[in-house]
């Protein structure tokens, strides 16, 4: 695996420039405030810019987490990337990071200064202290547009046939719970329309009722009122269900997730199959 380490400091546009370079040197795995990010999506790990605090996400940041180190680094061993970028603030927190993954030094360093004006830099810097706005080098799904509050915006840019084989993609904006002094708000419409989504995939044998959830981006807690049908699959089909509902808010949304519950508050027997009982 050859390694690349991009450093700057903090707010000067690292996570912003890094797809752009990625994609200039055919890199396809990133590592970043705690997620490892493969071909373009999340594929372990959680965002330090999920923390409710600062010193929680320097922590995560830095993989001292064991559950969180240990996940990022045994799915990088599955992938086997060719490329993979560390970013970091210093090549010091570079160095601590490769060391809590297991992986050896890098074989090339590249600092922000060398990709970016002091223009650039400065406008980035200008974007964190004034609007607390982080970038995450994610691509965000439609979905993601409905969300108010914590996922604030997606920028488009050429895209990196190495990170996405689609034709565009995004950097998606975020403003970190810690550093936010105002109140988080989620469209009902977009937490309707995952759950319709991953329903779509048991037509016939789920239907869902009702929903609700807790509001808190910070902790997010869910329960999805269903009608099922009885049948000897149906309760694998529930967990299914459940499953499905809880990845795609972890992938699209980057919430950092309490629960998801799924209550069958009804069972129903087709007529045809009460029939043929009969």
């Known amino acids: 695996m050859e390694i690349y380490s991009f450093t700057g400091k903090s707010g000067t546009g690292k996570s912003y420039s890094a797809a752009r370079i990625c994609r200039e040197k055919h890199i396809d795995a990133i590592i970043d405030d705690g997620l490892l990010i493969y071909r373009g999506g999340i594929a372990a790990g959680r ?9 929680a996400a320097m922590r995560t940041a830095l993989f001292n987490y064991d559950d969180h180190r240990e ?74 547009r409905n969300f108010a509050g914590y996922i604030l915006n997606p920028t488009r840019f050429f895209r990196s046939r ?64 269903v009608r099922i049908r009885k049948f000897p699959g149906a309760g694998r089909h529930c967990i299914m269900f459940q499953q499905e509902i809880w990845q795609v808010l972890r992938t699209m949304t980057s919430f950092s997730l309490g629960h998801v519950n799924i209550q069958v508050k009804d069972v129903y027997i087709r007529k045809s199959e009460r029939e043929k009982r009969k």
């Open 47 to 55: 965002s330090a810019k999920e923390c409710s605090s600062k010193a």
């Open 162 to 225: 190495a990170l996405q084989e689609e034709s565009g993609k995004e950097r998606t904006i975020v403003r970190p719970p810690f550093s936010y002094s105002g109140k988080f708000e989620i469209r009902e419409e977009a937490i309707r329309d995952i759950i319709m989504i991953a329903a779509e995939a048991h037509r016939g044998c789920i239907k869902v009722l009702n929903f609700y959830h807790n509001g808190n981006v910070s902790g997010f807690n869910l329960v999805v009122e």
């Open 71 to 144: 996940e990022v680094r045994k799915k990088l061993l599955e992938l086997n990337p060719d490329k993979l970028m560390v970013i970091g603030t210093s090549d010091r927190m570079v160095n601590w990071i490769l060391d809590a993954l297991e992986l050896p030094a890098p074989n090339h360093r590249m600092y922000i200064e060398d990709f970016t004006t002091e223009e650039q830099r400065k406008v980035a810097g200008e974007h964190r202290m004034q609007g607390g706005e982080h970038a995450i080098p994610v691509p965000m799904g439609q979905l993601k």
